[in-house]
């Protein structure tokens, strides 16, 4: 017999390192995920027997057992699944493969042992046996009729062995040294606590010393009046790999025009927002309880990755390849369905309550607003679930644009967006004034992601979605416009305007498609405002970050000829043309600075040194 030693990967060792060292205290997880590989491998077994003639050991029963012995201080948890060659013993267990642990593996060794929790769903759990262990003996044998069987062993510090190994059974058997810390484990009722509490819903008996522990259970299937509400955490805890508690969940079934069984859950935080980069799907696809495809990519659009959960259609041909998944109209249909389905309940929710939809809304509707701007298919029942701050509504304080529709005023017939940074910066910007006359409620869009989604919506209920810095903005005069402030008289004539904004637009060149006096402006001297439809300015700080800002056309600077400022102007224009040149810069570098939009500093500095400096001289 040859036994040979490997090198772990390099991720794989930083990794193990992080796990044998951290402190940690939750070190059942260990078994949760033992358990969780044995049930997959079954499961993997369940299916591939279903499709091929010969398997290795036939008969042998599919289910995992778990024996201890208190003095040679080791636990064994054997499992007679589809077991791994030698080639899948070295790639399964000596390299991390998965994208998502290596984002986890950089946020652990950035601190934060407490994390260690999430090790299962960065799909590297395997490793946390070595939170418990000595050292680790992985003997496996595939289901593969014409395969040998091996053992791995390793202590998780630098290298592993692999050796030859007959007599083997088909499946896994992983035996455990415990260090003395974990001794503990060597015990039948610290073993069957454990897995009631994480491995309850295993679709495979777990034995522990012959002993049948867990209740095996496809909640999905059950009639919703038999479920209690634990039950359903339970399930979602196990399915999801998770400690919190699903905020709400969709079960449901139908026949017609498919046999559909669903079970989803919405958790409560989301992962993305903690730095764990882009989550997987997290809903799997199974046919009357078999597997068919584990966190599906094609049964659920992408911006719904979130959800948690199973859909079970029996209408599903069991051996269904990735590509014919990807393909299939079936899975289209499906997926048509349930994510009706889905928004529909979230419809009822935020009715019914408001409150557990305003969490989700805060955690997940960011995932609404991705689906609002790339999903045709359901953009309808995605644009009434968006919420968004608003002038009539206090600060903090979310409405839909159904009520915003519900109250608009008679004459009104658009709806009004403004994007900014924060509320206070929108209340006090330029574009709000003419709004704030009129008393016409407008929408706050303050997510880079959100003109993106009201571009896509174009309108809702019939209304068109109107950014306020469009420079074709004609807002209606209402019966209670309040007065102007500035009344015609005051304001340049025309003659002397229109030589203004022609030499302003000279002195501006490339920087502005055009100069024109705004008749919006009550108290601000000048404004930037997009002549072409398409993009708003905040729109454009986006594609700007991304390279994309060739698409957009030029802006218009519109000027108040009401303004003292821009009046002193053209009188400076006679005095002192240079200065009168800077000051118009400086107008221009405002009122992009007040549009979000990035300027060149330096230069606006030093002139703004001039400018002072000049204060000064009086
Ligand atoms: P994950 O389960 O998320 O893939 P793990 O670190 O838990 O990550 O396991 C790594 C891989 O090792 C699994 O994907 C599987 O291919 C293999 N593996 C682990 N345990 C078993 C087992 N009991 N039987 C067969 N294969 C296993
Ligand atoms: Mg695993």
């Keep these: 017999m040859t036994t040979e030693t490997y090198e772990f990967q390099a991720e794989a060792k930083k990794l193990l390192d992080i796990v044998i060292h951290s402190l940690y205290t939750e070190k059942d997880i260990f078994l949760r995920e033992l358990i969780s590989n044995a049930a997959d491998a079954l499961e993997k077994f369940r299916h591939q027997q279903l499709l091929e003639e010969e398997v290795f050991d036939a008969d042998a029963s599919l289910e995992i057992n778990i024996s201890v012995d208190e003095k040679d201080h080791t636990l064994t948890i054997t499992d007679s699944g589809i077991g791994m060659t030698r080639d899948e013993l070295e790639h399964n267990l000596g390299t991390i493969a998965h994208s998502g642990s290596k984002t986890f593996l950089t946020e652990l060794s950035e601190g934060a042992q407490k994390d260690v929790s999430l090790i299962g769903q960065?799909?590297?759990?395997?490793?946390?046996?070595?939170?418990?262990?000595?050292?680790?003996?992985?003997?496996?044998?595939?289901?593969?009729?014409?395969?040998?069987?091996?053992?791995?062993?390793?202590?998780?510090?630098?290298?592993?062995?692999?050796?030859?190994?007959?007599?083997?059974?088909?499946?896994?058997?992983?035996?455990?040294?415990?260090?003395?810390?974990?001794?503990?484990?060597?015990?039948?009722?610290?073993?069957?606590?454990?897995?009631?509490?994480?491995?309850?819903?295993?679709?495979?008996?777990?034995?522990?010393?012959?002993?049948?522990?867990?209740?095996?259970?496809?909640?999905?299937?059950?009639?919703?009046?038999?479920?209690?509400?634990?039950?359903?955490?339970?399930?979602?805890?196990?399915?999801?790999?998770?400690?919190?508690?699903?905020?709400?969940?969709?079960?449901?079934?139908?026949?017609?025009?498919?046999?559909?069984?669903?079970?989803?859950?919405?958790?409560?935080?989301?992962?993305?927002?903690?730095?764990?980069?882009?989550?997987?799907?997290?809903?799997?696809?199974?046919?009357?309880?078999?597997?068919?495809?584990?966190?599906?990519?094609?049964?659920?659009?992408?911006?719904?990755?979130?959800?948690?959960?199973?859909?079970?259609?029996?209408?599903?041909?069991?051996?269904?390849?990735?590509?014919?998944?990807?393909?299939?109209?079936?899975?289209?249909?499906?997926?048509?369905?349930?994510?009706?389905?889905?928004?529909?309940?979230?419809?009822?929710?935020?009715?019914?309550?408001?409150?557990?939809?305003?969490?989700?809304?805060?955690?997940?509707?960011?995932?609404?607003?991705?689906?609002?701007?790339?999903?045709?298919?359901?953009?309808?029942?995605?644009?009434?679930?968006?919420?968004?701050?608003?002038?009539?509504?206090?600060?903090?304080?979310?409405?839909?644009?159904?009520?915003?529709?519900?109250?608009?005023?008679?004459?009104?017939?658009?709806?009004?967006?403004?994007?900014g940074p924060t509320r206070a910066s929108i209340e006090t910007g330029p574009y709000i004034e003419t709004f704030k006359r009129r008393d016409l409620e407008v929408l706050y869009t303050m997510e880079p992601i959100d003109d993106f989604v009201f571009t896509h919506l174009g309108e809702f209920d019939g209304k068109k979605l109107i950014s306020a810095d469009r420079a074709d903005l004609r807002l209606p005069d209402l019966s209670d416009t309040k007065e102007k402030d500035a009344d015609d008289a005051e304001k340049l004539e025309k003659p002397v305007a229109d030589s203004l904004t022609k030499w302003m637009k000279e002195v501006l060149g490339e920087k502005v498609k055009d100069v024109v006096v705004s008749s919006r402006l009550e108290e601000s001297p000048a404004i930037i405002v997009n002549p072409d439809g398409m993009f708003t300015s905040s729109m454009e700080r986006v594609m700007r970050a991304t390279n994309q800002e060739h698409i957009i056309s030029g802006k218009n600077l519109e000027i108040n000829t009401g303004h003292h400022l821009i009046q002193g102007l053209a009188d400076m224009r006679v005095e002192d043309e240079n200065f009168a040149k800077n000051l118009i810069e400086q107008l221009f570098d405002n009122a992009m600075i007040q549009a979000g939009l990035m300027i060149e500093p330096r230069s606006m500095v030093e002139r703004s040194y001039e400018i002072m400096e000049r204060a000064l001289k009086k």
């Design 122 to 419: 960065f799909g590297v759990g395997f490793y946390a046996a070595f939170m418990v262990a000595t050292k680790v003996r992985v003997l496996s044998r595939s289901y593969h009729p014409d395969s040998d069987g091996h053992e791995w062993s390793s202590d998780g510090t630098g290298s592993y062995t692999l050796t030859p190994s007959s007599g083997l059974h088909r499946g896994t058997k992983i035996i455990i040294e415990l260090e003395e810390d974990a001794y503990e484990y060597a015990n039948d009722n610290a073993i069957k606590r454990i897995i009631t509490q994480y491995s309850n819903f295993v679709p495979f008996p777990i034995k522990v010393t012959g002993e049948e522990v867990n209740t095996v259970q496809a909640v999905w299937t059950r009639s919703k009046n038999d479920i209690k509400d634990e039950e359903y955490t339970e399930f979602y805890k196990f399915i999801a790999n998770a400690f919190d508690e699903p905020m709400t969940r969709l079960h449901f079934s139908a026949d017609a025009p498919l046999a559909i069984k669903a079970l989803l859950f919405v958790p409560e935080t989301n992962t993305e927002t903690m730095g764990f980069g882009r989550m997987d799907p997290g809903v799997s696809l199974y046919c009357q309880k078999i597997l068919i495809e584990q966190h599906s990519k094609d049964i659920l659009p992408e911006w719904l990755r979130f959800v948690k959960g199973v859909i079970d259609s029996e209408d599903m041909p069991l051996n269904i390849s990735r590509q014919a998944l990807q393909d299939s109209a079936l899975v289209a249909k499906i997926k048509k369905i349930i994510t009706s389905r889905f928004l529909k309940n979230l419809g009822e929710l935020a009715k019914n309550e408001p409150e557990t939809y305003g969490k989700i809304w805060k955690e997940f509707g960011i995932f609404l607003k991705e689906g609002a701007t790339s999903d045709f298919t359901h953009r309808d029942a995605l644009a009434k679930l968006l919420r968004f701050e608003s002038s009539a509504a206090e600060p903090g304080e979310l409405i839909s644009l159904a009520d915003y529709v519900e109250r608009m005023k008679e004459g009104q017939e658009d709806i009004y967006y403004i994007n």
